[in-house]
């Protein structure tokens, strides 16, 4: 039971042709083409319009009236119906925009549900098993099965005592204005849904509810349907598919290893009906088309969670890429840093394609923003409008980029990618048990490290692999029931959104906050900033994953140490986030503890932009030393990421200070504080000369920086 708008509703009967199913045209089409078959005629649009609603008894008489008593009207519908189902048959059932969400939000709120159509049953089932919604329904009224038609309210009193509910108890959905007046004549409330006719006055005046389209009533019906809580890891995805088609511009860790599942969860009721996600990686590509999927290892739970609907397509066509964007509602924007003003040049041609396809009526586009950086919708916003003035004028550019809606978001989850290699001794593992010739030396294939690609050989083996197994096991479905892991990721659920697109707002594992810039922030100082100087430490004892270092008790300290400092910080400059603040750092310890698949290299790459102004460390130093909170934890772990630079990337101390120094200069530190702290730096990596580098005992190196005491305090 819900309660609507103050009505108390136990069930729902609704009406197909024109209210569920966008059917009424083609009927048009086919009834025409039948008449103009049998009797030389083509039935007008007049009296076609006429029949809405009707019963076959009842057009029948209509028919006869207008065209003749010879008129044999039950063999133009008969040929109507054939010419019907095979372009249904051909083509599916064109399902109102919004159906499938509105018939889950009834169905979880435990309403009974019938169908009451003037349709023949064996039509009517037709179309609900084609449609996949005939599992919604508890009876099925159909027009051959009472004795008087719409607007007699007899198929809708039929269907509630069926149904055994009162017929003031329940929501009668129609489009006619046959249909309204037997909906209204059985004592139902009546919802009207426009269809191909403007509703009159008598419709309008007996209908309770009236809306534009099955999408406007749910957006109505949302307010009386709970938002579905965060979803569990174990929780399945929704079984039924909605309309929409999603976007993950970027299948990397995050698009492919926690934007999926976002995606695939949805608002718990339904899931998009199609995912497309982007790469230039060929072999997962290939892999994710021919396996029809692939799965996500949640280890810590020994827990595979597969990914389906999904379409890898290649980045570097842009005609897919432009398909993406003109299809989808929403795009997810996954993608590196270093990679965003190119791909600029690609979102501009998919969001223009989009405005030149929609014949430039507003169709708004939901783009989530996943990338690691504060600031990154200023960013991203900057290089799109850069990118689409190059390709059209400057008042277009501002109707685009105003119509779609702009969303930052936080990710909390540590994911990574498995390597070419790893993934090509999975396909061939996989390839041996099905020819049966599986041997030891066979998968003896050595794991690389993640930068190392598929040799030559390899490569031509890998797509031997899937095309052969596509090609033998399609039929079956055999690969479907494969497991293909190609991401390890943590089991954090939420995704922080800014609040700016009416499309998440039922989204499920969403949490909508209205300054993203806050939850950045944060997660940038205490999450990123933590991992990256955690990393450094890590490589100085050459452990491969942040899960194994932590088990060196001298790095799980320092952790800890450093994310307690950051915490101080933080909590000063948010006061009112403290609750977000506690809940994100438990989150990051415990994914720490457990990121046995995430590399320390990954992690501590890219050392100069996490050290740079306004990023993940200096910020939280610089913070806290300019308010005197504690900072030494913090600043070890700033030597620890030059010290990196210069030993593991082969940096000359003078050019490493040169860069603390530039950096230093954009802060608000006063010059005598910037000149302590780069001599203090200069004092700690002296150790570090490259001269000496090849004698530089690393484990001893990492003991002098952790456990060294800043000698002179800031007075």
């Given at each position: ?28 089409q086919?009834?025409k083409?039948a ?21 076959a ?6 028919v ?26 051909k ?7 919004g ?7 009834l169905?979880?709120s ?5 169908v009451a ?6 039509i ?7 449609a996949n ?5 508890d ?5 051959d099965e ?14 509630a005592e ?10 009668m ?7 309204v007046m037997s ?13 191909i006719k ?7 005046e ?15 019906l ?13 929780d399945p ?9 999603v976007?993950i ?9 926690y ?5 695939s ?19 997962y590509r ?25 379409t ?7 005609e897919?890429m ?16 270093k990679?965003i003003e190119?791909?600029a ?11 030149i396809?929609f ?10 923003i996943?990338?690691?950086?504060v ?26 980029m105003?119509?779609?809606?702009f969303?930052?978001?936080?990710v ?5 990618k498995?390597?070419?290699?790893k ?21 003896d294939?050595?794991d690389?490290?993640e930068?190392?690609?598929l ?11 899937i ?6 096991f399609?039929?079956?479905h ?10 390890h ?46 990393a450094?430490?890590a ?18 300290k ?5 994310l307690?400092?950051?915490k ?5 400059l948010?006061?009112h986030?403290k ?20 590399p ?6 890219d050392p100069?932009r996490?050290?740079?102004?306004g ?20 600043f ?35 010059l005598?504080d910037q ?6 730096l200069?004092?700690?990596?002296k150790?570090?000369?490259?001269k000496?580098?090849?004698?530089v005992?690393?484990h ?7 456990n060294?005491k800043?000698?002179?305090e800031?007075?």
């Amino acid at each position: 039971m819900i309660k609507f708008h103050e009505n108390n509703i136990h069930a729902a009967i609704f009406d197909m042709d024109g209210t569920m199913f966008d059917t009424e045209r083609l009927r048009f089409q086919t009834l025409k083409q039948a008449s103009l078959e049998l009797i030389g005629v083509e039935f007008t649009d007049a009296y076609l319009l006429s029949c809405l609603g009707l019963s076959a008894r009842s057009a029948e008489k209509l028919v006869n009236q207008q065209y003749g008593q010879e008129v044999p009207y039950a063999e133009i519908r008969k040929r109507a119906d054939q010419l019907e189902l095979e372009h249904v048959r051909k083509y599916g059932v064109p399902i109102k925009f919004g159906l499938m969400q509105v018939l889950e939000r009834l169905r979880k709120s435990n309403l009974k549900m019938a169908v009451a159509t003037s349709s023949r049953r064996e039509i009517a089932e037709e179309y609900l098993i084609n449609a996949n919604v005939y599992k919604f329904f508890d009876i099925i009224v159909c027009g051959d099965e009472v004795d008087n038609g719409k607007p007699h309210p007899e198929i809708f009193l039929k269907a509630a005592e069926q149904l055994n509910i009162d017929p003031t108890l329940c929501l009668m959905f129609e489009d006619s204005e046959n249909g309204v007046m037997s909906a209204f004549e059985a004592g139902g409330l009546t919802v009207l849904l426009q269809d191909i006719k403007e509703p009159n006055s008598t419709m309008l005046e007996k209908a309770n509810f009236f809306y534009e389209s099955m999408h406007d009533f749910l957006e109505d019906l949302n307010q009386f349907t709970p938002k579905l809580k965060m979803p569990a890891l174990f929780d399945p995805f929704p079984q039924t598919l909605n309309q929409h088609v999603v976007g993950i511009h970027g299948f990397g860790a995050i698009g492919g290893g926690y934007i999926a599942q976002v995606l695939s969860h949805w608002d718990g009721y339904t899931r998009p009906k199609q995912i497309y996600a982007s790469t230039r990686n060929s072999l997962y590509r290939n892999s994710v088309n021919t396996f029809g999927g692939y799965s996500i290892r949640y280890g810590q739970h020994s827990h595979d969670e597969r990914i389906d609907n999904i379409t890898v397509i290649d980045a570097s066509n842009i005609e897919m890429m432009q398909h993406m964007y003109i299809e989808s509602s929403l795009i997810a924007l996954c993608l590196p840093e270093k990679a965003i003003e190119q791909e600029a040049k690609t979102i501009a041609q998919g969001l223009y394609a989009r405005y030149i396809h929609f014949e430039e009526q507003l169709n708004p586009l939901t783009v989530l923003i996943v990338l690691n950086k504060v600031g990154a919708k200023s960013l991203i916003e900057q290089q799109i409008c850069s990118a689409l003035h190059e390709i059209t004028d400057a008042k277009t550019v501002n109707i685009i980029m105003s119509q779609h809606y702009f969303c930052d978001t936080v990710v909390n989850r540590m994911v990574a990618k498995i390597t070419d290699q790893k993934l090509f001794r999975q396909l061939k593992i996989k390839y041996n048990i099905f020819r049966h010739v599986q041997d030891e030396h066979d998968l003896d294939v050595t794991d690389v490290d993640e930068g190392t690609r598929l040799n030559a050989e390899q490569e031509q083996l890998a797509t031997q692999y899937i095309d052969d197994l596509y090609e033998k096991f399609k039929s079956a479905h055999i690969l479907q029931n494969l497991e293909l892991i190609l991401f390890h990721a943590e089991t954090d659920m939420p995704l922080y959104a800014e609040n700016n697109s009416p499309l998440l707002e039922k989204m499920r594992q969403m949490i909508l906050v209205e300054e993203i810039e806050e939850i950045q922030l944060i997660k940038n100082r205490m999450w990123n900033g933590v991992h990256a100087m955690t990393a450094w430490a890590a490589s100085f004892r050459q452990y491969e994953t942040i899960g194994i270092a932590l088990s060196d008790e001298q790095i799980s300290k320092f952790m800890l140490a450093v994310l307690h400092e950051v915490k101080v910080g933080l909590k000063d400059l948010l006061p009112h986030r403290k609750e977000n603040l506690e809940l994100l750092a438990k989150s990051f310890i415990d994914s720490c503890e457990t990121a046995y698949k995430d590399p320390c290299d990954r992690v501590a790459r890219d050392p100069y932009r996490k050290l740079g102004f306004g990023e993940r460390v200096l910020s939280s130093l610089a913070y806290n030393f300019q308010r005197g909170k504690p900072y030494q934890e913090i600043f070890k772990g700033l030597v620890l990421g030059y010290a990196y630079v210069i030993l593991k990337e082969n940096q000359r101390l003078e050019g490493v200070i040169r860069h603390f120094a530039q950096q230093l200069s954009q802060t608000e530190l006063e010059l005598e504080d910037q000149l302590y702290l780069q001599e203090e730096l200069k004092r700690r990596l002296k150790i570090c000369d490259p001269k000496l580098s090849e004698s530089v005992d690393q484990h001893v190196l990492l003991e002098k920086i952790l456990n060294e005491k800043i000698e002179v305090e800031k007075t």
